[in-house]
C-alpha cells in the first residue's frame, strides 16, 4: 500500500479492459506530469545548535480553544513543575522553537494493527449522530470497506453529515460505482486529484500530488489518524494468535500504528479535512466549527498529553513535519527509536541519523525486510552502510509486510501517522502527523518498539557486508529512482 509510486501504482491496479496503448498512454502522461512537479526537500536545521535557541512563542490550546500567550505561558510552567524531567522540557522547547501549536489535555489510545483499529473506529461509528469526516489514501470497495461504506450510508440516512475524500491513485482499483452509491445514498464523497486531468480542481501538473492522509473525525469529539488504510490487508493482526488464523494472502496480517485522540486537538483535524475539502473544490459546503463557552469546559487535569497536529501539502514548501522530526533527533539525548514502512532518507536526514550514533544516542531502526515496493526496499537499503558504520541498529521485520509509520524519541517524543521517511512524504504528498509529548504515552510506545525488534531479524554489519553483487545492482538501480519511489 505504498504511495511511494502513482504510475506502477496505475499500471498494477488497471483492469483487465484497459488496452496495452491506453496503458503505454497512461504512463506517458503520468511521467510528463512526474517531471512538470520536480522540487527539491525544504531545507531544514543544519544542527541540534539550530533548535536550541531560546524559545520562541507558542500557542497552547485546551478545549475552551486558543489561549492567550499568558495563559499558554501558565500551562507550560504548569507541565514544567509537573517534574516531567529534562527531556521533555528539552523536546518540549524544540517543538516551541518551531512555533508548533500544542493543545493540551488530550486523551490517547494507542492502536496496533488493523483489527484492533477497525474495532475501535466501528464504535466510534455506531455512536456518530451529527457527522463524520473521513480522508484516506486508499478506500477498498470490499470486506472492510464494504463494511465501512454500509455503516456511512446508515449513518447518512439517520440525517447525519457524512463525507469522504479518497485519493484517486490509492483508490483507483475501487469501482466508480461504489463511489457513486454512497453519493447515491446521501454521503459526500470527492476524489481527490482525480487522475483525469479534465476532472482535476488542481490542474493537470499536479498528478503527482496523492493525498496520503489516513484521517476521520466523528462529531467533532474523537479523530483518528495512522498509517491504516481501508483495506482488507488489516483483516489480520501481525502479533499473537490472531496472526496465525490467516486463511489467505489477502490476510497477510500487516503491521501498522493508528491513534485515537480525544479532546482539544480534534478540532485541528477537522480543520485539515476542511482545507482540503475546499482546495480540491468538493461540493457541499461545510458546517463551521461550533463556538466555545470557556466557562462550560472543564480545564485538562494533566498538561502532559500535549499533541502536535502536524500536516504538510505537496503546495507547501515549507516542509514542517520532516524540520520537526530532524529537530527531535538532532536534540535526542538517549534514544531514537524508529518504525518505518518506507524508508528512502533524504541527506539530511542520513546526516542526522548517524551524527545522532556517533554522539553515543541510541538509534535503532526497525524496517521492512519484505515490501510492496522492492524499488523503495532497495533504495533504503542502499543507505544501509553509512547507517551501520556510524553505529545504527537495524532490523528487519520479514514476517509480516510492515506498513506503520512511528517513531519515540528519548522516551518522550513520539509520533504516529501517515509520513514515511521518504523523499514522497515529504515532497509529493499530502500527509499528516500527530506529535504527542508525555512519557505514558511514549511508554507505550517504547514497548511496541520492543514487540517489533523482537519479531524482527537483526541487520548484522559483517553479514551486511557480504551480501551478493545482485542486491548491490538493485540498490544501486534504485537509489537513481528515490526522489520519484
Known amino acids: 500500500m505504498n504511495a511511494a509510486s502513482p504510475v506502477a501504482r496505475l499500471l498494477r491496479a488497471a483492469p483487465p479492459t484497459v488496452s496495452r496503448p491506453a496503458g503505454w498512454l497512461t504512463a506517458a502522461l503520468a511521467a510528463l506530469s512526474l517531471a512538470a512537479c520536480a522540487s527539491v526537500v525544504p531545507p531544514a536545521p543544519a544542527s541540534a545548535a539550530d533548535t536550541m535557541k531560546p524559545p520562541a512563542s507558542v500557542r497552547v490550546e485546551g478545549s475552551a480553544g486558543s489561549r492567550s500567550a499568558c495563559d499558554s505561558a501558565q500551562t507550560l510552567r504548569e507541565v514544567k513543575a509537573k517534574g516531567r524531567g529534562p527531556q521533555f522540557e528539552n523536546h518540549l522547547a524544540i517543538l516551541q522553537q518551531a512555533g508548533e501549536t500544542l493543545y493540551a489535555g488530550n486523551e490517547l489510545a494507542l492502536l496496533v494493527d488493523g483489527p484492533a483499529t477497525f474495532d475501535a473506529i466501528f464504535a466510534e461509528l455506531e455512536q456518530a449522530r451529527e457527522r463524520v469526516l473521513l480522508q484516506t489514501y486508499i478506500f477498498e470497495g470490499t470486506h472492510i470497506g464494504r463494511r465501512i461504506a454500509d455503516l456511512l450510508l446508515r449513518k447518512a440516512a439517520e440525517g447525519g453529515d457524512v463525507r469522504v475524500i479518497y485519493d484517486s491513485v490509492g483508490s483507483f482499483s475501487t469501482p466508480a460505482a461504489f463511489f457513486d452509491e454512497m453519493r447515491a445514498g446521501g454521503i459526500q464523497a470527492c476524489e481527490f486529484n482525480p487522475v483525469s486531468p479534465l476532472r482535476r480542481a488542481t490542474g493537470f501538473l499536479r498528478f503527482n500530488n496523492r493525498d496520503h492522509r489516513k484521517l476521520l473525525a466523528i462529531d467533532d469529539r474523537v479523530a483518528f489518524t495512522g498509517g491504516v488504510n481501508i483495506s482488507s490487508v488489516y483483516s489480520s493482526a501481525s502479533f499473537g494468535s490472531r496472526a496465525s488464523k490467516r486463511t489467505s ?34 461540493e457541499g ?70 551524527r545522532a550514533a556517533r554522539r553515543g544516542v541510541d538509534v535503532v531502526l526497525v524496517l521492512p525486510g519484505r515490501s510492496d515496493s522492492w524499488l523503495t526496499l532497495r533504495a533504503g537499503q542502499s543507505h544501509y552502510d553509512a547507517l551501520l558504520l556510524a553505529g545504527v541498529r537495524i532490523h528487519e521485520r520479514r514476517d509480516a509486510l510492515l506498513h506503520a509509520k512511528t517513531a ?3 522516551g518522550v517524543w513520539s509520533t504516529v501517522g501517515s509520513s514515511n521517511l521518504d523523499w514522497r512524504s515529504f515532497v509529493h504528498n499530502d500527509e499528516v502527523n500527530a506529535v504527542i509529548l508525555g512519557r505514558e504515552f ?15 531479524e537483526a541487520v548484522e554489519t559483517e553479514a551486511w557486508a557480504q551480501r551478493p553483487a545482485g542486491a548491490r545492482l538493485q540498490e544501486w538501480l534504485a537509489r537513481r529512482f528515490e526522489y520519484w519511489l
Open 249 to 282: 494472502p489477502e490476510e497477510d496480517g500487516w503491521r501498522d500504528t493508528h491513534v485515537r485522540i480525544e479532546g482539544p486537538a480534534v478540532r485541528r483535524f477537522i480543520e485539515l479535512f476542511e482545507d482540503t475539502w475546499r482546495r480540491q473544490a468538493c
Open 285 to 354: 459546503e461545510l458546517a463551521p466549527l461550533p463556538e466555545i463557552d470557556p466557562d462550560s469546559v472543564t480545564p485538562p487535569e494533566d498538561g502532559e498529553r500535549l499533541v502536535a497536529v502536524i500536516e504538510s501539502t505537496a503546495e507547501d514548501d515549507a516542509g514542517r513535519f520532516r524540520h520537526a522530526f530532524l529537530a527531535a533527533i538532532e536534540g535526542a539525548t538517549a534514544s531514537v527509536h524508529i518504525t518505518m514502512a518506507y524508508f528512502v532518507p533524504d541527506p539530511e536526514m542520513l546526516a542526522a541519523l548517524t
Open 408 to 410: 519515540v524519541i528519548d
Open 442 to 456: 511514549g511508554a507505550a510506545m517504547e514497548r511496541l518498539f520492543v514487540r517489533d525488534v523482537e519479531q524482527a
